[in-house]
Protein backbone atom coordinates (compact mmCIF):
# COMPACT_ATOMS: atom_id res chain seq x y z
CA UNK A 1 0.00 0.00 0.00
CA UNK A 2 2.32 2.11 -0.98
CA UNK A 3 3.13 5.00 -3.75
CA UNK A 4 4.83 8.18 -3.89
CA UNK A 5 1.45 9.70 -2.45
CA UNK A 6 0.74 7.09 -0.30
CA UNK A 7 1.21 9.17 2.81
CA UNK A 8 -1.37 12.08 1.57
CA UNK A 9 -3.48 9.00 1.03
CA UNK A 10 -3.24 7.27 4.53
CA UNK A 11 -3.50 10.60 6.15
CA UNK A 12 -7.19 10.76 4.29
CA UNK A 13 -8.62 7.87 4.96
CA UNK A 14 -10.18 9.53 7.90
CA UNK A 15 -13.87 9.39 6.36
CA UNK A 16 -16.54 8.11 8.38
CA UNK A 17 -19.26 6.02 7.12
CA UNK A 18 -22.87 7.08 7.31
CA UNK A 19 -25.38 8.47 4.70
CA UNK A 20 -28.81 7.85 4.92
CA UNK A 21 -30.54 5.27 3.05
CA UNK A 22 -31.80 5.25 -0.55
CA UNK A 23 -33.82 3.72 -2.83
CA UNK A 24 -35.52 1.05 -0.32
CA UNK A 25 -32.46 0.39 1.91
CA UNK A 26 -32.22 0.76 4.95
CA UNK A 27 -29.36 0.84 7.66
CA UNK A 28 -29.57 -0.61 11.17
CA UNK A 29 -27.57 -1.20 13.92
CA UNK A 30 -25.28 -4.13 14.18
CA UNK A 31 -26.85 -7.32 14.75
CA UNK A 32 -24.88 -10.54 16.86
CA UNK A 33 -25.49 -13.25 14.07
CA UNK A 34 -24.39 -13.95 10.90
CA UNK A 35 -22.91 -11.25 8.57
CA UNK A 36 -24.83 -12.14 5.49
CA UNK A 37 -27.84 -13.62 4.73
CA UNK A 38 -28.39 -14.32 1.05
CA UNK A 39 -31.78 -13.56 -0.03
CA UNK A 40 -34.09 -16.36 -1.44
CA UNK A 41 -34.26 -14.65 -4.96
CA UNK A 42 -34.41 -10.98 -6.23
CA UNK A 43 -37.78 -9.90 -4.66
CA UNK A 44 -36.61 -11.38 -1.48
CA UNK A 45 -35.10 -9.72 1.74
CA UNK A 46 -31.63 -8.84 1.85
CA UNK A 47 -28.98 -8.23 4.59
CA UNK A 48 -25.16 -7.85 5.04
CA UNK A 49 -23.03 -6.44 8.23
CA UNK A 50 -19.93 -5.08 6.84
CA UNK A 51 -16.55 -4.63 8.90
CA UNK A 52 -17.48 -1.31 10.23
CA UNK A 53 -20.29 -3.45 11.99
CA UNK A 54 -23.13 -1.51 10.42
CA UNK A 55 -25.92 -3.90 8.86
CA UNK A 56 -27.71 -2.74 5.95
CA UNK A 57 -31.15 -4.61 4.96
CA UNK A 58 -33.12 -4.08 1.94
CA UNK A 59 -36.49 -5.57 0.98
CA UNK A 60 -34.71 -7.04 -2.19
CA UNK A 61 -31.33 -7.59 -2.86
CA UNK A 62 -29.18 -4.77 -4.22
CA UNK A 63 -29.24 -5.24 -8.26
CA UNK A 64 -27.06 -1.73 -8.88
CA UNK A 65 -23.80 -1.62 -7.07
CA UNK A 66 -21.48 0.90 -7.89
CA UNK A 67 -17.67 -0.06 -6.15
CA UNK A 68 -14.32 0.71 -6.16
CA UNK A 69 -12.57 -0.83 -9.55
CA UNK A 70 -10.61 -3.41 -7.75
CA UNK A 71 -13.60 -4.18 -5.23
CA UNK A 72 -15.86 -4.51 -8.26
CA UNK A 73 -12.98 -7.08 -10.09
CA UNK A 74 -13.17 -9.18 -7.05
CA UNK A 75 -16.55 -9.35 -7.23
CA UNK A 76 -17.08 -10.31 -10.65
CA UNK A 77 -14.43 -13.16 -9.96
CA UNK A 78 -17.08 -14.79 -7.53
CA UNK A 79 -19.39 -14.41 -10.12
CA UNK A 80 -21.37 -10.98 -10.22
CA UNK A 81 -21.40 -9.53 -13.80
CA UNK A 82 -24.62 -7.15 -14.51
CA UNK A 83 -24.92 -5.84 -10.84
CA UNK A 84 -21.56 -3.74 -11.50
CA UNK A 85 -22.76 -0.80 -12.87
CA UNK A 86 -20.32 2.16 -11.43
CA UNK A 87 -16.56 1.60 -10.83
CA UNK A 88 -14.06 4.55 -9.09
CA UNK A 89 -10.21 4.41 -8.99
CA UNK A 90 -7.78 3.40 -11.98
CA UNK A 91 -9.90 1.36 -13.93
CA UNK A 92 -8.26 2.95 -17.99
CA UNK A 93 -4.55 3.64 -18.53
CA UNK A 94 -3.48 6.74 -20.40
CA UNK A 95 -3.24 4.54 -23.54
CA UNK A 96 -7.11 3.25 -23.43
CA UNK A 97 -6.13 -0.32 -22.49
CA UNK A 98 -7.27 -1.41 -19.17
CA UNK A 99 -6.00 -1.23 -15.55
CA UNK A 100 -4.74 -4.66 -14.32
CA UNK A 101 -6.54 -3.97 -11.69
CA UNK A 102 -9.65 -4.52 -13.42
CA UNK A 103 -9.24 -7.64 -13.71
CA UNK A 104 -12.07 -9.70 -16.04
CA UNK A 105 -14.29 -6.23 -15.16
CA UNK A 106 -15.72 -5.81 -18.23
CA UNK A 107 -14.90 -2.10 -18.02
CA UNK A 108 -16.87 -0.56 -21.20
CA UNK A 109 -20.12 -1.64 -19.48
CA UNK A 110 -19.55 0.08 -16.50
CA UNK A 111 -19.50 4.09 -15.87
CA UNK A 112 -16.27 5.34 -14.74
CA UNK A 113 -16.57 7.94 -11.53
CA UNK A 114 -13.12 8.49 -11.39
CA UNK A 115 -10.02 7.63 -12.80
CA UNK A 116 -7.22 8.51 -10.11
CA UNK A 117 -7.55 9.15 -6.73
CA UNK A 118 -9.34 12.16 -5.21
CA UNK A 119 -11.60 12.15 -8.52
CA UNK A 120 -15.31 10.69 -7.82
CA UNK A 121 -18.30 12.27 -10.23
CA UNK A 122 -21.13 13.02 -7.60
CA UNK A 123 -23.40 13.41 -10.84
CA UNK A 124 -22.37 10.87 -12.62
CA UNK A 125 -22.83 8.46 -9.15
CA UNK A 126 -26.26 10.26 -9.09
CA UNK A 127 -27.38 9.16 -11.92
CA UNK A 128 -26.14 5.66 -12.04
CA UNK A 129 -28.72 4.88 -9.48
CA UNK A 130 -26.87 3.02 -7.14
CA UNK A 131 -28.60 1.17 -4.66
CA UNK A 132 -24.95 0.31 -2.62
CA UNK A 133 -21.72 1.59 -2.61
CA UNK A 134 -18.68 -0.87 -1.74
CA UNK A 135 -15.04 -0.59 -1.46
CA UNK A 136 -11.92 -1.23 0.98
CA UNK A 137 -11.28 0.13 4.63
CA UNK A 138 -7.73 0.38 5.22
CA UNK A 139 -8.06 2.77 8.68
CA UNK A 140 -11.45 2.20 10.62
CA UNK A 141 -14.46 4.11 9.07
CA UNK A 142 -12.29 4.82 5.92
CA UNK A 143 -14.11 3.98 2.49
CA UNK A 144 -11.19 3.75 0.09
CA UNK A 145 -11.28 6.28 -2.63
CA UNK A 146 -14.27 8.08 -1.61
CA UNK A 147 -12.82 11.74 -1.27
CA UNK A 148 -13.31 13.68 1.88
CA UNK A 149 -14.27 16.72 -0.10
CA UNK A 150 -17.30 15.34 -1.49
CA UNK A 151 -18.47 12.82 1.12
CA UNK A 152 -21.31 14.59 2.03
CA UNK A 153 -22.97 14.27 -0.82
CA UNK A 154 -21.66 10.64 -1.90
CA UNK A 155 -22.91 9.15 1.02
CA UNK A 156 -26.45 10.03 1.22
CA UNK A 157 -26.90 8.49 -2.06
CA UNK A 158 -26.78 5.06 -1.14
CA UNK A 159 -25.97 2.79 1.55
CA UNK A 160 -22.17 1.66 2.00
CA UNK A 161 -19.98 -1.86 2.55
CA UNK A 162 -16.47 -1.78 3.73
CA UNK A 163 -14.51 -4.29 4.02
CA UNK A 164 -11.15 -4.63 5.88
CA UNK A 165 -8.32 -4.63 3.96
CA UNK A 166 -5.38 -3.74 6.51
CA UNK A 167 -3.86 -5.74 9.79
CA UNK A 168 -5.37 -9.18 8.30
CA UNK A 169 -4.25 -11.90 6.04
CA UNK A 170 -5.36 -11.41 2.89
CA UNK A 171 -7.04 -14.44 3.16
CA UNK A 172 -9.67 -12.45 5.53
CA UNK A 173 -11.21 -9.63 3.25
CA UNK A 174 -10.81 -12.72 0.10
CA UNK A 175 -13.69 -14.71 2.58
CA UNK A 176 -15.50 -11.53 3.06
CA UNK A 177 -15.81 -10.33 -0.54
CA UNK A 178 -16.81 -14.36 -1.03
CA UNK A 179 -20.00 -14.01 1.35
CA UNK A 180 -20.90 -10.34 0.13
CA UNK A 181 -20.72 -11.46 -3.77
CA UNK A 182 -23.06 -14.76 -2.38
CA UNK A 183 -25.18 -12.41 -0.84
CA UNK A 184 -25.67 -10.24 -3.74
CA UNK A 185 -26.47 -13.84 -5.81
CA UNK A 186 -23.51 -15.23 -6.74
CA UNK A 187 -23.05 -18.71 -6.97
CA UNK A 188 -19.90 -19.81 -4.77
CA UNK A 189 -20.30 -23.39 -5.87
CA UNK A 190 -19.94 -22.49 -9.89
CA UNK A 191 -16.49 -23.76 -11.29
CA UNK A 192 -14.79 -20.82 -12.63
CA UNK A 193 -15.44 -20.03 -8.06
CA UNK A 194 -14.14 -23.47 -7.29
CA UNK A 195 -10.70 -23.68 -9.85
CA UNK A 196 -9.90 -20.33 -8.61
CA UNK A 197 -10.23 -21.37 -4.97
CA UNK A 198 -8.28 -24.90 -5.75
CA UNK A 199 -5.40 -22.36 -7.87
CA UNK A 200 -4.99 -20.55 -4.51
CA UNK A 201 -4.42 -22.93 -2.24
CA UNK A 202 -2.26 -24.77 -4.65
CA UNK A 203 -0.48 -21.60 -4.84
CA UNK A 204 0.25 -20.81 -1.25
CA UNK A 205 1.40 -24.39 -0.57
CA UNK A 206 3.91 -23.62 -3.80
CA UNK A 207 5.10 -20.49 -1.30
CA UNK A 208 5.91 -22.93 1.43
CA UNK A 209 8.11 -25.17 -0.44
CA UNK A 210 10.03 -22.70 -2.14
CA UNK A 211 10.56 -21.01 1.55
CA UNK A 212 11.75 -24.58 2.64
CA UNK A 213 13.64 -25.28 -0.81
CA UNK A 214 15.37 -22.07 -0.30
CA UNK A 215 15.71 -20.74 3.06
CA UNK A 216 17.01 -17.52 4.24
CA UNK A 217 15.60 -15.12 1.56
CA UNK A 218 14.90 -11.86 3.01
CA UNK A 219 12.25 -10.35 1.04
CA UNK A 220 11.29 -6.57 1.15
CA UNK A 221 8.15 -5.01 -0.33
CA UNK A 222 9.05 -1.58 -1.50
CA UNK A 223 7.48 1.57 -3.29
CA UNK A 224 9.57 4.40 -4.79
CA UNK A 225 8.83 8.04 -4.91
CA UNK A 226 11.04 11.32 -6.36
CA UNK A 227 12.14 11.50 -2.93
CA UNK A 228 11.44 8.82 -0.53
CA UNK A 229 11.94 5.10 -0.36
CA UNK A 230 9.05 3.68 1.33
CA UNK A 231 9.53 0.09 2.74
CA UNK A 232 5.80 -1.54 3.56
CA UNK A 233 4.84 -3.41 6.94
CA UNK A 234 3.93 -7.26 7.01
CA UNK A 235 2.12 -6.26 10.04
CA UNK A 236 -0.44 -3.96 8.56
CA UNK A 237 -0.23 -4.72 4.92
CA UNK A 238 -2.90 -7.79 4.53
CA UNK A 239 -0.66 -9.07 1.76
CA UNK A 240 2.55 -9.13 3.20
CA UNK A 241 0.82 -10.62 6.39
CA UNK A 242 -0.15 -13.57 4.73
CA UNK A 243 3.05 -13.90 2.72
CA UNK A 244 4.41 -13.49 6.38
CA UNK A 245 2.25 -16.74 7.66
CA UNK A 246 3.20 -18.92 4.41
CA UNK A 247 6.80 -18.65 6.21
CA UNK A 248 8.11 -15.82 3.76
CA UNK A 249 11.09 -13.90 6.01
CA UNK A 250 9.81 -10.18 5.40
CA UNK A 251 11.39 -6.96 6.14
CA UNK A 252 9.65 -5.06 9.15
CA UNK A 253 10.41 -1.54 9.27
CA UNK A 254 11.12 -0.05 12.67
CA UNK A 255 10.44 3.16 12.48
CA UNK A 256 6.79 3.54 11.17
CA UNK A 257 4.42 6.33 10.38
CA UNK A 258 0.98 7.16 8.92
CA UNK A 259 -0.90 4.38 10.41
CA UNK A 260 2.45 1.80 10.79
CA UNK A 261 2.16 1.22 6.63
CA UNK A 262 5.36 1.84 6.29
CA UNK A 263 8.84 3.27 6.83
CA UNK A 264 10.06 6.65 4.79
CA UNK A 265 13.74 6.50 4.31
CA UNK A 266 15.51 9.01 2.43
CA UNK A 267 16.97 7.98 -1.19
CA UNK A 268 20.53 8.23 0.96
CA UNK A 269 19.24 5.94 3.23
CA UNK A 270 17.50 3.11 1.25
CA UNK A 271 20.63 0.76 2.26
CA UNK A 272 18.87 0.71 5.93
CA UNK A 273 17.18 -3.04 5.83
CA UNK A 274 19.37 -5.35 4.28
CA UNK A 275 17.27 -7.77 1.62
CA UNK A 276 17.83 -10.84 -0.93
CA UNK A 277 14.70 -9.76 -2.77
CA UNK A 278 12.58 -6.27 -3.47
CA UNK A 279 8.90 -6.68 -4.35
CA UNK A 280 8.48 -3.12 -5.89
CA UNK A 281 5.26 -1.56 -6.33
CA UNK A 282 4.15 -1.78 -9.89
CA UNK A 283 0.93 0.72 -9.62
CA UNK A 284 1.30 3.67 -12.13
CA UNK A 285 1.45 6.11 -9.34
CA UNK A 286 5.23 4.32 -7.97
CA UNK A 287 8.47 4.75 -9.94
CA UNK A 288 9.39 1.75 -11.70
CA UNK A 289 12.97 0.07 -12.31
CA UNK A 290 13.27 2.36 -15.25
CA UNK A 291 12.86 5.35 -13.26
CA UNK A 292 14.96 4.52 -10.40
CA UNK A 293 17.85 3.76 -12.64
CA UNK A 294 18.88 7.25 -12.24
CA UNK A 295 18.83 7.04 -8.18
CA UNK A 296 22.39 6.25 -7.35
CA UNK A 297 21.84 4.67 -3.95
CA UNK A 298 19.20 1.87 -5.45
CA UNK A 299 21.54 0.84 -8.42
CA UNK A 300 23.82 0.28 -5.26
CA UNK A 301 21.12 -2.54 -3.74
CA UNK A 302 22.63 -5.71 -3.50
CA UNK A 303 19.18 -6.97 -4.84
CA UNK A 304 19.16 -4.44 -7.88
CA UNK A 305 22.43 -5.53 -8.78
CA UNK A 306 21.38 -9.31 -8.47
CA UNK A 307 18.81 -8.92 -10.88
CA UNK A 308 16.39 -9.91 -8.04
CA UNK A 309 13.66 -7.48 -8.12
CA UNK A 310 10.27 -8.70 -8.92
CA UNK A 311 6.85 -6.50 -9.26
CA UNK A 312 4.41 -5.95 -6.65
CA UNK A 313 1.09 -5.96 -6.46
CA UNK A 314 0.48 -3.23 -3.33
CA UNK A 315 -3.59 -3.42 -3.50
CA UNK A 316 -4.04 -6.74 -4.53
CA UNK A 317 -7.44 -7.94 -5.89
CA UNK A 318 -8.86 -9.75 -3.04
CA UNK A 319 -10.56 -12.82 -4.86
CA UNK A 320 -8.86 -16.07 -5.22
CA UNK A 321 -8.64 -15.61 -8.90
CA UNK A 322 -6.71 -12.41 -8.69
CA UNK A 323 -4.63 -13.72 -5.56
CA UNK A 324 -3.24 -17.19 -7.07
CA UNK A 325 -1.36 -15.51 -9.74
CA UNK A 326 0.42 -13.08 -7.11
CA UNK A 327 1.34 -15.93 -5.18
CA UNK A 328 2.69 -18.47 -7.99
CA UNK A 329 4.82 -15.38 -8.89
CA UNK A 330 6.34 -14.42 -5.42
CA UNK A 331 6.87 -18.65 -5.10
CA UNK A 332 8.79 -18.21 -8.57
CA UNK A 333 10.84 -15.67 -7.64
CA UNK A 334 12.14 -16.71 -4.28
CA UNK A 335 13.04 -20.33 -5.44
CA UNK A 336 15.12 -18.73 -7.93
CA UNK A 337 16.96 -15.63 -5.31
CA UNK A 338 20.01 -16.00 -4.30
CA UNK A 339 21.03 -15.09 -0.92
CA UNK A 340 22.97 -12.46 -0.83
CA UNK A 341 24.58 -11.48 2.44
Known sequence: MLSST???????????????????????????????????????????????????????????????????????????????????????????????????????????????????????????????LVTHMYDPGALWYVPDESKDKILPLAPSVAITTARVPMTTPIERYARLAESLGADL?????????????????????????????????????????????????????YFAELGVDIVVPTKLESGDYFEALSWENTGKFPADLILLDNRSTALQPKDLAAKPTWAQLPAVKANQVTPWDAVPRFSYAGAAPLLEHLATAIRSAKKLS
Open 6 to 132: SARRLSRRGLLAGGAAAFGLLLTGCGDGDSAAPSSGDGGPWTFTDDRGEKVSAQNRPARVVAFTGTAAALVDFGLDKQIVGVFGETKRADGTTDPQAGDLNVESVEILGNVWGEFSVEKYAASRPEL
Open 189 to 241: SAKKVTDAKARFEAAAESVRQAVKANPGIKVMAASGSPDLFYVSNPKVSTDLM
